[in-house]
T-cell receptor, first 112, second 114 residues
Framework: AQKITQTQPGMFVQEKEAVTLDCTYD???????LFWYKQPSSGEMIFLIYQGSYDEQNATEGRYSLNFQKARKSANLVISASQLGDSAMYFCAMKANSKLTFGKGITLSVRP | KAGVTQTPRYLIKTRGQQVTLSCSPI?????VSWYQQTPGQGLQFLFE???????NKGNFPGRFSGRQFSNSRSEMNVSTLELGDSALYLCASSPIFGTQETQYFGPGTRLLVL
């Protein structure tokens, strides 16, 4: 069975600073994908970044980067230069055996 | 390219009624998945359809069902609604089934059961 753990209850960051959102996962599958989604108060899940289990380099998408440490089974999201619009819930997810499993999510609040 | 669309966006029903939610995937996407999101349980996988066939199913009672049409549009149905079915129902599409294709989500349907 797959499991995603996000233990940070809530995060605060000052505008323009960087922030790291933690995610650990557990799976017995060798092939899997790791995803981060953002969910603003409107409810829509917005895809941010993807990392494949066989990718040797950390994924980057604009201000988002994924710090992938396979041996530690962690896939932390780093947001650089935070903006007020980054305030939202952030979900880490893993896809293995065609099933997408989500963590509980982390609330990020960006202060002006 | 238009994103995933879901209708209706908001719905109020009473216990015992049934409801049908609709999802239109991104053009060219053939796989559609459904999720239920509640404050208590978080995001839970309901089922996934590809080529009009259910490929995966989550741990939900038989009151929850779905189908996919030849144009890849999907519907999910909940019969005999219970108060606990109040949730945000999210639909996601991806180009194909399986692998690690990214799923793109729609805006969701907020269902309130009274």
């Amino acid at each position: 069975a797959q499991k995603i753990t996000q233990t940070q209850p809530g995060m605060f960051v000052q505008e323009k600073e960087a922030v790291t959102l933690d995610c650990t996962y557990d799976t017995s599958d060798q092939s899997y994908g790791l995803f981060w989604y953002k969910q603003p108060s409107s409810g829509e899940m917005i895809f941010l970044i993807y990392q494949g289990s066989y990718d040797e380099q950390n994924a980057t998408e604009g201000r988002y980067s994924l710090n992938f440490q396979k041996a530690r089974k962690s896939a932390n999201l780093v947001i650089s230069a935070s903006q007020l619009g980054d305030s939202a819930m952030y979900f880490c997810a893993m896809k293995a055996n065609s099933k997408l499993t989500f963590g509980k999510g982390i609330t990020l609040s960006v202060r002006p | 390219k238009a994103g995933v669309t879901q209708t209706p966006r908001y719905l109020i029903k009473t216990r015992g009624q049934q409801v049908t939610l609709s999802c239109s995937p991104i053009s060219g996407h053939r796989s559609v998945s459904w999720y239920q999101q509640t404050p208590g349980q978080g995001l839970q996988f309901l089922f996934e359809y590809f080529s009009e066939t259910q490929r995966n199913k989550g741990n939900f009672p038989g009151r929850f069902s779905g189908r996919q049409f030849s144009n890849s549009r999907s519907e999910m149905n909940v019969s005999t609604l219970e108060l606990g079915d109040s949730a945000l129902y999210l639909c996601a599409s991806s180009p194909i089934f399986g692998t690690q294709e990214t799923q793109y989500f729609g805006p969701g349907t907020r269902l309130l059961v009274l």
